[in-house]
């Protein structure tokens, strides 16, 4: 196993082992009910053993005879020792469990000779742990298949030949050959070969992504056609694919508040069914209406619901291309009313691009980009590159010139064949004596004029430009019911035009960091939850005073780490999406809330005035809580879909590996 396999694996460890860990400070199912979540044959022989002890009981008569009645008590000892031994741990760490009240149950069943109604009661717990454990399980189980998306060795050149070595072998560097068919282990830069990747699992791309000299390839991706060699940039949890693996492993780890308030509540309804069981007995003096009060009460479906809804969240939302860093943030962001999204890089590609071509009468749009491109390639100016992306995207090549000559502020003068091309500002042309039209393009734009030898060939317009799902996104936000703002540091016409497009309630331009600053700090003084979406250096500040950050992923390595939410994928639907899971994540929760307190206050109820038996109580007990439980478990990702988690826990992410 390679090293990176191993780190994956104890950090895996740890996280159960934290979970398993008794705390103080958590009551009934966090130190009683986070076991090791794969089926444990064990505990379904025990579960079967008391099945069996139970139905041998009933058939035998009972307690009538003192040897079955033995033989029944020490059957339900050892059947329920998972059980007496966590109310045990839970009366040394002076906490109030469900446990507890149950081992209470059980033994009173067993002193008044109610020895099938005590077995039954084992099983019912046993039984529902089992379950509970499995639903718990599948919040993580996808996690743990991430291990083996990466190979355990490589084949690598060392000494002018090719060797296969373990991956924790490999060095920064190294140049890795990987074959066709087969995993590629590291992300780095292709330097040799020609091939296709399916890049499913990274950019949930369908199509295989062509790779050539100078392409960048990631782990866990699967090399298809022809061989590629490899330089090494990251290995292990460096990798794209190690980052999330640790966003998600932290978020897990995390408590929100409101488990908190579910602890509390558990604990409370333990003391109210104990309470109300000694009512009933003072009351009643009815041993058999008493233990049932103990039984009906149940504060499972809170204490387990609670945290698994929040893992399902979670897991739900990374397996968008939205990594959360914590529940308290999960749960933050189901409250929030007023977004605030920052413009370049958000709202934007933060890239400019040409959005127009508009040649002179006469002249071929193939002959004013093929003199732009021929000027351009020397160039390192990003409107440069826009340009060359732009005629590379209709296939339209250049010349290689024969002189290069740049006035920064201005533009371009090359030659090439002899024939004098201009590529650049108003100003840099009409310095060469070229009859330029009448400006027509807005403040918002930029014209680059062409020229050559003295004659005007066009205009390319060239403006930074929407991402295609920002409008609808900034919609859906609205239909929410959130106010959407726009900030940027950008003039107030072109805030003005982009706020247009995208229909947002208000918009905030000419903003310093300080500035961005200053308006998240108004709206949180004034008691609103507000998100803030940004990308840059100059958006941490805001990013971490907001109520919840949320980080592009393409973003600063700065305001990655000062958020709290990361789209991965730079894709704003993904926003909305998360908004809607942590809105349906807080709602299942209080369903559960309300449920459980319902349901406890009626059986008690009943319980009290003999309207249920200890069997049908125990029943009561176990089929609510699973039912709460199992209403948290919609949020979780489909057990027959750990696959498509990984996909969509890696959906568009390739960017992150440029940090």
Known sequence: MSQAQLKQVEAVRRVDEDEKRPSSDHADHDGGHEHEHALNWREVNRVLFVAAAAAAIWFLGGARNPYVTGIGVICAIVGGFPIFHEAYENIVQRRMTMELSMAIAIVAALAIREIFTALVITLFVLVAEILEGLTVGRGRTAIRHLVGLLPTTATVRRNESWQDVETKEIAVGDIVLVKPGTRIPVDGVVVGGHSFVDQATITGESMPAEKIRGTSV????????????????????????????????????????????????????????????ALTFVITDNMRSTISVVIVAGACGIAAGTPLAILGGIGRSAQLGSIIKGGLYLESLATIDTILLDKTGTLTYGTPGVVDVRPADGVPVASLLQAAVTAEPRSEHPVAKAILKKASNMGISGEEPERFDYTPGKGIVTACRGMEIIVGNRLLLEGHRVELPINTVSQTDSEIFVAQEGKFLGTLVVADTLRPEATKAIQDLKSMGLKTVLLTGDSKAVAENIGGKLGVDEIAAELLPEDKLAFVRRLTATRHNVVMVGDGVNDAPALMKATVGIAMGAGTDVARESANVVLIGNDLSKLVETLSIARCCRRTIMQNFVGTLVVDSIGVGLAAFGFLNPLLAAFIHVSSEMTFILNSARLLPPVSSAHGLVRGLFSQSFTVAQD
Do not use: C, H, W
């Open 218 to 277: 990631y782990a866990g991706t699967i090399n298809q056609s022809g061989a590629l060699e490899i330089q090494v940039d990251r290995m292990g949890r460096d990798t794209t694919f190690g980052k999330i693996i640790d966003a998600v492993e932290r978020a897990e780890k995390s408590r929100a508040p409101i488990q908190g308030i579910a602890d509390r509540l558990a604990g409370y309804l333990v003391y109210f069914a104990l309470g109300a069981a």
